[in-house]
Structures are given as C-alpha cells and as structure tokens.
C-alpha cells in the first residue's frame, strides 16, 4: 500500500538548505527523503524523551525529603 503524502511549505537558513541539498546530492537522494528522514528522527527523538538530569535530581532530593509526607498524602487521598 502507498504511503499517501502532503504537500507543506516552510522556509529555512539558506545555509541550512543549501548543506541539506548538498548531502542529497552526495548520497543521490532527493531532497524529500532527507527532510523525512530528519523528521522522523526528531519525532521518534520526541516520543522517546528522557526527563533532563536536573529535573530527575531534584525529583530525587524532593522524594528523599518529603516522601513520608507523599505517602500520607496519597493514602488520604484514596480514603477520598
């Protein structure tokens, strides 16, 4: 089955497309499947996400701090 597809327009630097169409010129690919490819790469990067260092230290510090308050907190709330 053919993979149905749809036009769009953006700009880009034209440093950017002009490094872009180069890469599909040297691999002998078109510009399409260079854009799609990267694309894909940023939505699967996307989806796959991983919270930040930061942000998992000071989930961590909180947990080791509060976490008997969370824990009340969370057996109140089912008695709800």
């Known amino acids: ?3 149905v597809r749809e036009k769009f327009a ?6 950017m497309l002009a490094a872009i169409r ?10 399409q499947s260079i854009v799609e490819e990267a694309l894909g790469a940023y939505v699967e990067k996307h989806d ?11 989930y961590e510090s909180s947990l080791e701090r509060f976490g008997s308050l ?9 008695m709800e």
Do not use: C, F, W
């Not at 953006?10 to 440093?15: F, H, I, S």
């Not at 796959?48 to 000071?58: D, F, G």
């Not at 824990?71 to 709330?77: A, F, G, N, V």
């Open 1 to 3: 089955m053919a993979v």
């Open 10 to 15: 953006t700009q880009l630097d034209r440093d």
């Open 22 to 31: 180069k890469i599909a010129k040297e691999e002998g690919r078109q510009l």
């Open 48 to 58: 796959n996400a991983r919270p930040r260092a930061h942000v998992m230290s000071a």
């Open 70 to 78: 969370y824990e009340t907190l969370s057996i109140l709330d089912g």
